[in-house]
Structure formats: structure tokens, C-alpha cells
């Protein structure tokens, strides 16, 4: 018998291989795809009905975001309290997400007590009548909600930015009080009918999803849910990035400034995609990124800085985002620019890369946790465009490209001048 010597430190292995569960597919005969992600671990499942968003129409903005929100809100036979009550008497959790290219509505509920849950979440899903009172309530609370966040200097970047980069479209929207106020039941109801169909809709089940929920699952939605005859547009507008490429909201008092630089950027289908997840890591990717140790670990400059991609289905962006002490504004942007200028000067050295690949492949892995993890990698894959074979080349990328590549990617792809800097605060 071996004696564990507790001197000597546990033996670590690279990440070799992932291993994705991939989904069993149907589809109805309305249209709607259905895709399934079985485990018979627990006696719990997650359903989401998803429904690409409409074209955007400037003269409507709020209409997607509106429509999904309140789905929720009441049907033709039931109150929104009653539809709470019912979800909630079965310990049941629904909610409506949105999202810049799809909402959703998501079901979480015991397989037991699927068959008395799903009709409640067909008649959200069909029947759907956005109450006029619920409407104002709506309406009431979002100006509310909104006069608040324009307050923080964050959201005031944030938002300068996306309409920066993107323009009048779905990204680039920046919601105002009459925006909300505009809202019209009647606008709302012609949204819902051409969205909420079976033929743009895409149903992801995880969990306990054996013969017979599918089959129950199949029963509820291929019969008696049938499209209107009008397709769903859900093209979307070009963006149009501004020419102004520094924008400056000045707020006097304020103690901190937060600032956002970035660019229009390539989306996950681009070949370079994952390349570019280890040159942004290193940058300001993950707690120990060069942005960290410079501005907040050597500078103090900030709590928290960090750099990402945002891959959406029409675009892509990369952006730098931080609040930092409003009298140092200045110099945090002096800095960013120093650190990208060394990425495109400068070979990475291979101790600092390795700490990355082990960072991220060991984030993949440790992103699989259970079946749901599974679902939610399927779906960013599917809505994308995208097969399995992605997070093959993405994991091959992540072992293999070198320092003299990802210089190359720095010096293509990062021009800080044709940046885009947003300072909200003092500068």
C-alpha cells in the first residue's frame, strides 16, 4: 500500500479531448425544430422555445424587446397572476429572455409535472394579448427603470458605444422614454403573430427528456399551433459604425469615468474567430490578462479591467471596457494603447501563453458541467451557423498557435487609432 506524500504537489494533465454531447432532432410538421439532450440524472428538465427577433424598424425599436417581455402578461383566458400561480403551484420556473438576435421562453419544471405545465406555456406562446393595463405598467416602469440607469456612467458608455459602432439597428439601439411611450397594443399584437410561429421557432429541451416527454412535448406543439401564411422577416439592417470615433459624455462631479474603446470586429464564423479568443485573453481576457497586472495590479488605476469579443448573428465587435478614477482617464487610455502596441511589437513569451491555453481549454472543459451546459453549448453553435466541428478547431487552436501567429493577428486586426473611445465622466 502507497503512502500519499503530501510534500510533493497532485500531477496535472493537459485537456486532450472535449467530448460534446450532441442533441437527437425532430421536425414537427409545422416547421418548428425540436432538439433534445437526454439524462436520466435527475427528474428535472429545461425547455426554451426560441424565435429569431424581426427586422428592426427604426420607427419601432422597442418593438422585440416589448413583445417578448410581456408574453407573460396574460392570455385571452388568463390574468398574469394567474399564470404565475398556476407555473408557481407546480414548483415550475418561466421566464421570457431577450436577446439582440432571438427571445426565448424558458421552462424549468419537474418531468412529472410537464403535461400540466405545457398548455399554460402553448397559450403564452399563441395566445398572448398584452393587456393594456399591463401595457402601461410596462411602459411606466421601464421610463422608471431607465431614468435610473442613465444616471451611471457605465450604462452611458455602453450605450454610446453600441450606437457608435452599430448604428440604427437592433445592436445599436438606445432606448429612450418616448420610445416607451410610443408602444401600441395594436403594433404589439401584429409583432406577436408574425414572430411567435412554429416555423420560426426552435425548441432546445435538456434534462429527462425520454420517449415520453418528447412525445408530449410533440402532442402540444405540432397540433393546433399552425403559422399565419407571413413568414417572419428577421433579416436584419447592415450597421453603420459613425465616423466619429471619439465620443466624450462629460459629467463634472462624477469620482470615476467609464470608458469603452473598441472596434466593429469579426463574429464566430470568421476563421480567425478563435485566434483572436487567445489573443484577447491574453490581453484582458481573464484575471491574470496584461490589462489586469498593468492597470489595476501595477497602476491601481481601477478594481477591474477586461477586454472580449462579442459575437452576434449579423456582427461582431471587440471592445475594452473599465471605470477607473475619474483623473486618471487619460492615463488608463495612454496605457491600453502601450499594451496593444506591445502585442504588435513583441513575441508573447511561451510561459505567459501556456498559462493561457491551460486558462482556457481548462474554462471549456469546466463549462460542461451537466446536460445544460451541453444544451447551451449546442445552441451557440446552431444559432450561429456553426457544426461541432468548431470546438474541434477551437481546441487545436488553443494547443497549437504560436507567438509569431497571434503577432500577426495583432498587428491585422488591432489599429488603435481607428479605435472607437467612449469616456463617460471627466477625461
Known amino acids: ?47 426554451e422555445w426560441i424565435f429569431n427577433n424581426l427586422r428592426f424598424d427604426p420607427s419601432e425599436p422597442l418593438l422585440n424587446v416589448a413583445v417578448n417581455t410581456m408574453l407573460v402578461e396574460g392570455t385571452s383566458r388568463l390574468t398574469t397572476a ?9 414548483g415550475a420556473f418561466l421566464q421570457a429572455d431577450y436577446h439582440h438576435d432571438y427571445s426565448q421562453i424558458t421552462l424549468y419544471c419537474l418531468s412529472k409535472h410537464l403535461n400540466q405545465i405545457l398548455p399554460i ?25 431607465l431614468q435610473v440607469s442613465l444616471q451611471k456612467n457605465d450604462i452611458l458608455a455602453r450605450r454610446a458605444f453600441n ?11 438606445s432606448a429612450t422614454p418616448e420610445n416607451y411611450k410610443s408602444l401600441k397594443r395594436e403594433d404589439m399584437l401584429r409583432h406577436f403573430r408574425q414572430m411567435y410561429q412554429p416555423a420560426n421557432c426552435t425548441i432546445i429541451i435538456a434534462g429527462k427528456a425520454n420517449k415520453e ?39 463634472p462631479e462624477a469620482l470615476q469615468s467609464a470608458i469603452r474603446i473598441g472596434t466593429p470586429f469579426v463574429n464566430r464564423i470568421h476563421p480567425d474567430f478563435p485566434k483572436l479568443q487567445v489573443l484577447n485573453t491574453v490581453l484582458g481576457g481573464y484575471f491574470g490578462s496584461r490589462l489586469m497586472a498593468n492597470i ?22 471587440f471592445f475594452i471596457a473599465s471605470e477607473v478614477g475619474a483623473d486618471v482617464s487619460r492615463q488608463t487610455i495612454a496605457e491600453v494603447e502601450k499594451e496593444i502596441n506591445l502585442l504588435k511589437d513583441q513575441l508573447i513569451p511561451e510561459e505567459e501563453l501556456s498559462l493561457v491555453r491551460n486558462y482556457m481549454l481548462g474554462s ?24 461541432y466541428e468548431y470546438y474541434e478547431r477551437y481546441t487545436d487552436t488553443v494547443k497549437n498557435i504560436t507567438p509569431v501567429e497571434l ?16 469616456i463617460a465622466g471627466k477625461y
Open 296 to 317: 489595476r495590479e501595477d497602476k491601481g488605476y481601477t478594481y477591474g479591467i477586461g477586454s472580449g469579443m462579442s459575437s452576434l448573428k449579423h456582427a461582431g465587435t
Open 1 to 47: 500500500m502507497s503512502v500519499l506524500n503530501r510534500k510533493d504537489a497532485p500531477r496535472f494533465n493537459g485537456v486532450e479531448n472535449i467530448n460534446l454531447i450532441q442533441p437527437e432532432h425532430k421536425k414537427l410538421a409545422n416547421g418548428c425544430n425540436v432538439f433534445s439532450f437526454n439524462s436520466d440524472a435527475q427528474d428535472l428538465v429545461r425547455i
Open 163 to 173: 450606437k457608435t459602432i452599430f448604428g440604427p439597428t437592433i445592436y445599436g439601439l
Open 121 to 145: 406555456v402553448k397559450e403564452v406562446i399563441t395566445d398572448s394579448v398584452f393587456p393594456e393595463k399591463e401595457l402601461e405598467t410596462y411602459v411606466r416602469n421601464q421610463q422608471q427603470k
Open 364 to 387: 471549456l472543459l469546466g463549462s460542461l458541467e451537466n446536460i445544460l451546459s451541453h444544451a447551451d453549448k449546442f445552441k451557440t453553435l446552431y444559432f450561429a451557423g456553426l457544426g
Open 82 to 90: 394567474q399564470i404565475a400561480e398556476k407555473v408557481d403551484f407546480y
Open 407 to 422: 503577432k500577426e493577428l495583432a498587428n491585422q486586426y488591432f489599429n488603435f487609432d481607428q479605435f472607437y473611445k467612449v
Open 213 to 251: 416527454l418528447l412525445e408530449l412535448v410533440t402532442d402540444t406543439f405540432e397540433h393546433s399551433w399552425e403559422n399565419t401564411g407571413q413568414a417572419a422577416d428577421i433579416s436584419q439592417p447592415e450597421p453603420e459604425p459613425s465616423a466619429e470615433r471619439f465620443i466624450y459624455i462629460e459629467k
